[in-house]
């Protein structure tokens, strides 16, 4: 069982940057992969960026590529997207969730156990 916290969100002006964090407690963080997905109003859930289990591959939506980061820190169970660079599309409720999905099911949201909360980025002036 893993329990997930997000947090980081907030107001950042185009072309701005924020960091989002995703904490674990409980059993086997290492051996998940850690995913970000985003929902803005009115639109489905959408995957963002994915980092593999135990410091594994990382992979992103192209609608980040290259401004979005994910990492992990097996020391603290910690997840982390640093988000560059952001647009007005951005914004979305962004949340984090563990699974242990195949390579060609990371964007699938039904592969994952667990999810955080949710936490808000909203990009404007």
């Known amino acids: 069982q893993v329990q997930l916290v997000d947090a980081g969100g907030g107001l950042a002006q185009p072309g701005g940057s924020l960091r989002l964090s995703c904490a674990a407690s409980?059993?086997?963080?290492?051996?998940?992969?850690i995913t970000w997905f985003r929902q803005a109003p009115g639109q489905e859930r959408e995957f963002v960026a994915a980092?593999?289990?135990?410091?594994?591959?990382?992979h992103y939506a192209d609608s980040v590529k290259g401004r979005f980061s994910i990492s992990r820190d097996k020391a603290t169970s910690t997840a982390h997207l640093q988000m560059n660079s952001l647009k007005s599309e951005d914004t979305a409720i962004y949340y984090c969730?563990?699974?242990?999905?195949?390579?060609?099911?990371?964007?699938?949201?039904?592969?994952?156990?667990?999810w955080g909360q949710g936490t808000q980025v909203t990009v404007g002036s």
């Open positions: 969730a563990a699974g242990r999905p195949i390579l060609s099911a990371i964007r699938n949201l039904g592969m994952y156990y667990y």
């Open positions: 409980g059993q086997g963080f290492s051996t998940y992969t």
């Open positions: 980092i593999r289990a135990n410091g594994g591959s990382t």
